[in-house]
């Protein structure tokens, strides 16, 4: 045949160089650390999921323990959703939510029907979505949605009779992204769960809280584990980088709060760092800008992990994916397996 | 956890609030009605559906025998095209039409490869829907299609080996919306199979049967029980709403038809009521304006029914909804059953 | 019912007007002709497959053997790839390849998730492919990509530790396709597979080898069987329609070479000949007009036979498509068949 100086890549198997992070050992010590319990997950059956603040922290627990089981065990044995569809409704772009939870769906066993194009639809005839989702309770057993518009999915709700997720709405809420936040969170530090369980630790989020949705979610779910956090500082050059009535729902639900400007003098305290440059300013997003900026040379905690949703910009600086700061793509494994125990737990269908 | 008035609609499991109609009562009294025989269905097998003018009178009704069986029996306990792929290939918009057909496709098992974007196509760069057709051949089992363009479906017929179903073409059908319609009818009232099996109805039809598809596919498979229908009104402000020859043929089959514009007139006399806004002129679609319209405050015979294929505008009220006038939800909810009924008889695959 | 001329193409099954060649007598001459050994294709296990470069000449042969066995029997038996999902990311529009592809997976038994729509996605919002490509991992077990981007096939193969297939880069190559032509040329002359096999044969190309990602891969898998190439003759108006080294490449593989612009010349003298009007001008599609045509009256020997990728433009005329000539529709329908072998080989799921 003909010769030519065929790359290397080409002429070995793929793989063999992934993070330890992204290993059996961090699940499996999650799940060793958990009592297995499905109860709490019995009222997440046929419920919608909209907000983070529906869950109970022991269901969070629990799903993430169901989580870690099934990242351990990635060759299922059964498909218990054969014969379910997910509708996967996407009105605004996204591959990342899409394609993890279609996955998700798909390695239980379910089919998939996926609007990906808004003007492919009735909505540009101008159906309404309270007729789309009328229409869904008999094509599908679960509908996932993003919109920009965060009232979308309340104008579903009203109409649906089968479960809904919120796959992000507008500038509110992702609860399943912070799912695979805690998820990570979890996993690399188990002992969180427990009341002096570890030293408590500081949590750095870099963004806005009041417009960066997955942060919103987020919050919420850590401060179901405020015992454990000595501090949570907010890196942002607002003022007020709250929304109204956020960091008075936080501080009540035990969380300590701080917000600083300066990143460079609090990122060498900081045990997690969480980084998102995207928000919402308006009905559209608006890049954070690069004034913050995460890269090798940055003054981190040799110990500290480094956490971020994807996809990334200028902000994450890739030199900093060969070191052991990276659990941002731990985080991205994880959040197939977390959106596997929460459609599980919906749908009472467990593998 | 951050505590908060969390909206009532979440803190329960969905479900609960669906009408009657859409229970198992009326598909079973179906069923009772009709002896079951699948024999006319075999005719079905492998053909192209583009026309309602190919169905036999005895073909609809074990259709729709069909479709009552598979409502009654929402668990499949096999399926029967596993391994069989569906082309649905939708180069006009459409949401509602694409996942019922492809709802139903997985429910019996198969795969679905979509094309909903023609940009995305071979198309784009010029290529005959002749030769899109041929490839066809190799890659899927049975093609769903739906083009603006009426000659569409022709084109792609001349290259074909695998069966076609007409999703749709231009103004001219849409036999299996019309399939659905007829469901629901005969669901509402069995006694219209029978010779003076009951009081003759008066249908009333809002729009113009000349551009609307999916009513003219309708008066074809009306046609079929003529010797129930005392009288179909088609309520329209064009002095002419047929097209050429449309009329002979529809009365040659025993319907007697009337036209009127004046809606509330005949509304209190109209047994079933069935309406669409949404007409084709030129190449693209029209409202029909707001000049008819249905709300609860419409002089309807208390006992009358409304069907409506959707996405409806304004035309048709919200406040009708919680009605018994409204079965055209249980139309909505019929159309995956009645599609599933008709791939089972195309491809000779029961369940 | 409603009476009417129905048109007769409605009123039968469909099928029955196959060519031959499109029947099972060719791939089974193909199995005969081939001893079977899966070793060689041991090595494609989970290897990226970007090049036509990569393969060996025998794996090229067993590949072509396994498609045989696959089209002979239609029937699959079991379903080796169930609970395997293929992500499947066409960044440049495409039907053709991306249901072929999709099509073989389904017939393993897989699933897919489509990426159609780069506006969909996050590259979109400035993504990388190398972030892309991470996420992957993840969420599938293999990644077919098509990109007009020559180089992002490479971008994400050094984040990616799942194979890839390039289901063609810009105008540098598509492998899966030459892999469907080769197919076709040996089902056609099994003898070319034997030194001394058959008479030598003159195979013809129509287009520009320099600007043909179709064509720069075909002519790398012929290099393998030049000992039964008499003469590869390129029909082009370009005084130098090959890239720089092209040619010394494929001469030094042993392939003989020679240029004209005259067809109808050398037209009679051609065994093989090879038609495609798509070629690639900066980073967009350019048809090369109608300089050179086929049609029924072109001066073809009667035994010669006609290959084209297709979409095809007015290059081939329709009136070929009932003659002996046209083998571009079994092309077709290999291209399926060879993509399943080669998916089978690359994660060792044989059926």
Not at 207 to 233: D, K, W, Y
Request: hydrophobic share 40%.
């Amino acid at each position: 045949m003909v010769s030519s100086d065929l790359d290397a890549r080409l002429s070995e198997p793929v793989g063999g160089h992934s993070l330890d992070v992204q290993g059996f050992e961090q699940p499996r010590a999650l799940m060793s650390a958990i009592h297995e319990d499905l109860a709490p997950l019995l009222d997440l059956a046929h419920r919608p999921v909209v907000s983070a603040r529906q869950f109970e922290r022991e269901q969070l627990v629990q799903l993430c323990r169901l989580a870690a089981r099934y990242e351990t065990q990635p060759q299922m044995i059964n498909r218990p959703l054969t014969g379910k569809i997910m509708i996967s409704a996407f009105y605004e772009p996204s591959t990342r939510t899409r394609l993890s939870f279609e996955s998700a769906w798909h390695r239980l066993g379910g089919d998939v029907m996926s609007i990906t194009d808004p003007l492919s639809t009735g909505i540009a005839k101008g159906e309404s979505l309270f007729d789309v989702a009328e229409m869904m309770n008999h094509y599908g057993d679960l509908v996932v949605l993003r919109d920009a518009n965060d009232r979308s999915v309340y104008d579903m709700l009203d109409a649906l009779r089968i479960p809904i997720v919120n796959g992000g709405n507008g500038l509110d809420e992702h609860p399943t992204q912070a799912l695979a936040d805690i998820y990570a969170i979890l996993k690399w530090r188990p002992a969180l769960l427990y009341p002096d369980g570890c030293a408590p630790v500081r949590i750095g989020v870099i963004g806005v809280p009041e417009r960066m949705r997955t942060v919103r979610s987020l919050l919420i779910f850590l401060a179901g584990f405020a015992e454990n956090i000595r501090e949570l500082v907010v890196v942002s050059d607002e003022d007020e980088p709250f929304s109204e009535g956020q960091r008075e729902e936080l501080e009540k639900a035990g969380l300590a709060l701080r917000v600083t400007d300066d990143l460079d003098a609090v990122l060498p305290t900081l045990d997690v760092v969480y980084i998102n440059a995207i928000a919402w300013r308006g009905d559209d997003y608006e890049s954070m800008g690069t004034r913050y900026r995460l890269t090798a040379a940055s003054p981190l905690d040799p110990k500290a992990i480094i956490l971020h949703p994807l996809a990334r910009g200028k902000e994450l600086d890739r030199d900093l994916d060969d070191t052991s700061h990276n659990w941002y793509f731990a985080q991205a494994r994880g959040a197939v397996f977390v959106r596997m125990a929460l459609l599980s737990a919906m749908l009472k269908s467990y593998v």
